[in-house]
Each structure stands twice: as C-alpha cells, then as structure tokens.
C-alpha cells in the first residue's frame, strides 16, 4: 500500500532559521505531489505542488520543494522562517492514473517559531 | 476566493446516533471528497464522490456512512450509528475538473461521540 512518511514530528526554530522538512513516499508510479499547511484554527492550505516539468516548486509565502524521483522524496524548504509559519504542515501524494485522485497524507509536521 | 464551506464545525452526539455533516463544496467544482483525522494521527481518505455517485472508497468507509448531493450544493456525508471511535475532525474537499487536481479543503467538522 502507498504510504507517506514524514520524518520529524515537532520542529522548533528561531526566526531566520532555515527550515527542512523531509518526505517520502512509497509508490512506483507517478505520483502527484503536495504540501498543504494548517495554521492554528484553520482549515489546509496549498502550500504548493508537483504534477510534472521543473523537480524545484515554489509555493506561497517563500516555500519551495524539490522532487528527486530516485529518493521517492518532495522535502519542504524555506530559507528563513517567521513567527507566522508556526503551524503543521502536511505532505501528501495522489496516483496519476486509476485513481479518482485520492490524497495520501503524512502524520505532519508541527512547526514552532520562536519569536 | 471561493471556498468550501462546512457545518456544523462542532458536533457532539451520543454513540448509537446519527449524525450528518454537511459541505458546500466550491460552486464549479465536479469531483467532491471527505477526509477525517483522528486526534494525533493521519488524515485519512474516506470516499470521493462524481456525477452522483461514489467513484472511490476507503476500508474506513464501511455500511455505516454514506454520502449524498441532495441538491446543486450541498455534499453532505451520514454515520447512521455513531461509535466512539468515530470521534475525529472530518474534511470535505472539492477539485474543479480533472481528477488528481488540487483539492481544496474545507474547515473541518468536529464530531465528539460522546
């Protein structure tokens, strides 16, 4: 079965830190690839995506991601954080092909940002 | 920006009742879906729904729940007979045309079955 792993459960940084978050997936075939955010008391939201071309994604309010096919992984990246990207962030694929497209999530990743 | 929209955002419910949880998805939107997340764990995929009829479902989605499109707007998914395990956030979705296009999430729905 697909599954999607994310590495870190919490991570705390100061602002201006750089910030990785690390995913993986498990399926052969080409997926469609997505982090999505969730701030406090709010519903997920695209952060950005992958469906083909450029592997390197920019995403809204400074993050990209980059596909590396051979690693099965998407990781997060914002070179510096801010108090206001303190939230959990989600990495999730679907199949392309076959599939009516559902979303296959990580558990998450709390972010925490030290004013 | 168009949005989903969902209520109740909160529901508490005695185990054994039923419960509906109603989304407005996106107004152009074709492909609809509800997710749940149970406190501390995954978001999980429960069923997607296309032109009136469920297209794709989970092993979650057993005899107890089912979805329906009573009208032009409305998505609305029924657990017939709440357990306690069902307790969990409950996320509508929609995507516009192309299936494996980007979903676009609702507020989520607490459901407490207490």
């Known amino acids: 079965a697909q599954s999607v792993s994310q590495h870190n459960h919490h991570v705390i940084l100061s602002e201006a830190a750089s910030l990785e978050l690390g995913c993986n997936y498990s399926y052969g075939g080409t997926v469609n690839l997505f982090w999505y955010v969730q701030y406090p008391g709010q519903h997920l939201q695209l952060l950005l995506k992958y469906f083909s071309g450029d592997p390197l994604v920019k995403g809204i309010k400074g993050f990209e991601a980059e596909f590396i096919k051979s690693k099965f992984s998407f990781n997060l990246r914002k070179p510096s954080v801010q108090w206001s990207d303190t939230a959990e962030y989600f990495c999730a694929v679907n199949k392309v092909g076959g599939s009516q497209g559902n979303l296959i999530f990580g558990k998450g990743t709390k972010l925490s940002v030290k004013p | 920006e168009p949005e989903v929209t969902q209520t109740p955002s909160h529901q508490v419910t005695q185990m054994g009742q039923e419960v509906i949880l109603r989304c407005v998805p996106i107004s152009n939107h074709l492909y609809f879906y509800w997710y749940r997340q149970i406190l501390g764990q995954k978001v999980e995929f429960l069923v997607s729904?296309?032109?009136?009829?469920?297209?794709?479902k989970s092993e979650i989605f057993d005899d107890q729940f089912s979805v329906e499109r009573p009208d032009g707007s409305n998505f609305t998914l029924k657990i017939r007979s709440t357990k306690l395990e069902d307790s969990a956030m409950y996320f509508c979705?929609?995507?516009?045309?192309?299936?494996?296009?980007?979903?676009?999430f609702g507020p989520g729905t607490r459901l407490t079955v207490l």
């Open positions: 979705a929609s995507t516009q045309a192309m299936k494996a296009d980007t979903q676009y």
């Open positions: 729904f296309y032109n009136n009829e469920i297209s794709e």
